[in-house]
């Protein structure tokens, strides 16, 4: 059986990714949203009726195609977002004592236009991890009043230059 125009499956696509368990919360969405799953036409069919009649059986077949292949399709780019995740991410390798580089990105409290201010903080010497996600850090001078924990995505090791070749 071909499948119809997409167009005329839309309702029926967002009812099958409203009852499917997805894999991050174990949970349909409308079992979080709502509270209770919504019973579907295909739920309410009995198999071993004689009496069905042929139209509503094409479109309980028709129904349980369009939710099997909405779920392969959500799984298969799950599947495919993670390892793309997978693939560019990297746990960063940060130790105490360590000198990093912290962005200034989130910093309204430095003096002077925001197109010369320097795109990362001077080197600052970690103080205490948290995690994988978050280094605490030394502030001092005009950055002595913000926060001194920063998530790893705003920093990055100080590799100092050689001052023979970079007077």
Request: with cysteine; proline share 7%.
């Amino acid at each position: 059986m071909a499948l119809p125009i997409i167009c005329t499956l839309v309702p029926a696509l967002e009812l099958a990714y409203k009852t499917s368990i997805h894999a991050s919360t174990g949970k349909t969405p409308a079992m979080l949203e709502k509270g209770w799953n919504p019973q579907l036409p295909a739920d309410t069919l009995k198999k071993d009726l004689a009496d069905i009649h042929p139209a509503t059986s094409s479109f309980k077949l028709l129904l349980y195609e369009v939710r099997h292949h909405e779920e392969q399709s959500m799984k298969d780019s799950f599947e495919y977002a993670k390892q793309k995740w997978d693939k560019i991410h990297k746990n960063p390798k940060f130790k105490l004592g360590d000198l990093i580089l912290v962005s200034t990105l989130s910093f309204n409290n430095i003096k002077g236009p925001k197109k010369l201010k320097y795109s990362f903080a001077r080197p600052f010497i970690i103080k205490t991890l948290h995690g994988t996600n978050a280094v605490q850090v030394e502030l001092s001078g005009e950055l002595e009043n913000k926060h001194p924990a920063f998530p790893v995505c705003l920093v990055k090791h100080y590799t100092s230059s050689d001052k023979k070749l970079f007077p």
